[in-house]
């Protein structure tokens, strides 16, 4: 599948558009924790290391997907708990939080604005399995790391306005 998807916010769900798999994403109140659901099949997901909540590096979907980045963990980023190692890469440009999933020729590049509306567009390239799964887990990732940095900022600015 080479065709661009969409990422939106209906109510309190996320919603892949542009995908023939039915799929969603509803996150969890804090942004730590998520449900995905690919027709039908519904997968939890995790935020690693609750302890960096400022700079939150990848997700763990329980037994299907591995997303961190290799500094932070030693065990790497994988498809399937001892399956093919993927490469993460999370990071910013031109307002945008940005993420890449590569597996040998094939890639997924995420951008979610930091400013506006929580609609993250996502570019797949190359032969993807489970590739709903694997764009909503990464999906997952940038919005609960725009999260994390909101509240760093409101952190940041309560504590100047009292000093």
Excluded: K, Y
Excluded at 40 to 48: I, K, L, M, P, S
Excluded at 113 to 125: A, D, L, Y
């Amino acid at each position: 599948m080479t065709g661009a998807l969409s990422l939106r916010r209906r109510g309190a769900v996320f919603v892949l558009d542009g995908s023939p798999s039915a799929a969603s994403l509803r996150t969890g109140r804090r942004m730590r924790s998520a449900e995905i659901t690919v027709d039908g099949r519904t997968v939890e997901v995790h935020v690693d290391d609750h302890r960096h909540w400022t700079c939150p590096g990848g997700v763990t979907v329980d037994g299907v997907l591995r997303l961190a980045a290799p500094d932070d963990d030693p065990r790497g980023s994988r498809i399937a708990p001892d399956g093919e190692p993927v490469g993460w890469v999370m990071g910013r440009e031109r307002g945008c939080f940005t993420a890449s999933v590569v597996r040998g020729g094939a890639r997924i590049d995420l951008r979610l604005p930091r400013r506006g509306g929580p609609q993250v567009e996502i570019v797949p390239t190359g032969s993807w399995p489970d590739l709903e799964l694997v764009a909503l887990a990464a999906a997952f990732a940038l919005l609960a790391r725009r999260r994390a940095e909101r509240l760093r900022a409101m952190a940041i600015a309560g504590a100047m306005g009292h000093g």
